[in-house]
C-alpha cells in the first residue's frame, strides 16, 4: 500500500497525559500537512512541512502542540497535558507543490 | 476559520438520480479540491479545479468553478448507493500558503 500512513488509528488517554502521533506520506512527496477534524466540521489546517522545514502553523497550533518531519519523511505530532478539548480526529496529507493533497485514515483521539 | 460553505448541507435521494452540491468561498484562490469522506474515515481525493479552469470531468463526476462568483459546484451523475458519504470543498487561498481551507460539508444520502 502505497498511500499515506498513519498510526495509531486510535488513541484514549486521560486528561494530563501526553500523547504522540505518526504520519507516513507517500514517498515521493515532499509536503506534509496535519490537520484536525472534530464532528459535524470540516478539517481545520496546523500545520505544514516541506521537506523537513515546517514552514506554517495555524494559531489552533498552542504551545502544548509540536509537530516534526526530522528526515524529510515521516511525521509526528505531540499533544502535551491533553485537554478534553483536544478530542479529534488528526488527520495528515502529503502531496507535491500546487497538487493535490492525498489524506491518511486519520488518528482519533478521546481524552477522558 | 472555515472559508467554504457547502450548500446544502444535506441532500438525500434516490439511486440513478443525480446529486448536484455547491460551495462558496471568501478568498482569491490557487485551485479548489472535492473530497469524500465516509462516516468516521479519512478523506478521499475526488478532483481538482485551478483557479484558469472553468469545469472538469472525472467519471461520474463534473465540477465547475466560477472565481467572479466565488463558487463550485460537484456534480454526481447516475448516484449508487456507495455514493452515500459528506463531501467537502477545500481551497488553496493564494498568496503563498499551501493549507486547504474547507468548509462543512456536505452529508448525500442515496437510497436504494
Known amino acids: 500500500d502505497t498511500g499515506v500512513s498513519q498510526n495509531p488509528r486510535h488513541k484514549i488517554t486521560k486528561r494530563g497525559q501526553n500523547v504522540t502521533f505518526r504520519c507516513d506520506p507517500i514517498s515521493e512527496h515532499n509536503r506534509l500537512y496535519w490537520y484536525r477534524q472534530t464532528l459535524g466540521q470540516g478539517p481545520e489546517f496546523l500545520t505544514y512541512?516541506?521537506?523537513?522545514?515546517?514552514?506554517?502553523k495555524s494559531r489552533l497550533l498552542s504551545d502544548r502542540f509540536s509537530a516534526e518531519r526530522p528526515k524529510g519523511s515521516f511525521s509526528t505530532l505531540e499533544i502535551q497535558r491533553t485537554e478534553q478539548g483536544d478530542s479529534a480526529m488528526y488527520l495528515c496529507?502529503?502531496?507535491?507543490?500546487?497538487?493535490?493533497?492525498?489524506f491518511g485514515p486519520g488518528t482519533r483521539l478521546t481524552v477522558t | 476559520s472555515q472559508q467554504g460553505e457547502e450548500d446544502p448541507q444535506a441532500l438525500s435521494i434516490q439511486e440513478g438520480e443525480n446529486a448536484t452540491m455547491n460551495c462558496s468561498y471568501k478568498t482569491s484562490i490557487n485551485n479548489l479540491q472535492w473530497y469524500r469522506q465516509n462516516s468516521g474515515r479519512g478523506l478521499v481525493h475526488l478532483i481538482l479545479i485551478r483557479s484558469n479552469e472553468r469545469e472538469k470531468h472525472s467519471g461520474r463526476l463534473r465540477v465547475t468553478l466560477d472565481t467572479s462568483k466565488k463558487s463550485s459546484s460537484l456534480l454526481i451523475t447516475a448516484s449508487r448507493a456507495a455514493d452515500t458519504a459528506s463531501y467537502f470543498c477545500a481551497t488553496e487561498p493564494q498568496g503563498g500558503s499551501e493549507k486547504l481551507v474547507f468548509g462543512k460539508g456536505t452529508k448525500l444520502t442515496v437510497n436504494p
Open positions: 512541512f516541506q521537506n523537513e522545514a515546517q514552514l506554517e
Open positions: 496529507a502529503s502531496s507535491y507543490r500546487g497538487s493535490e493533497q492525498y
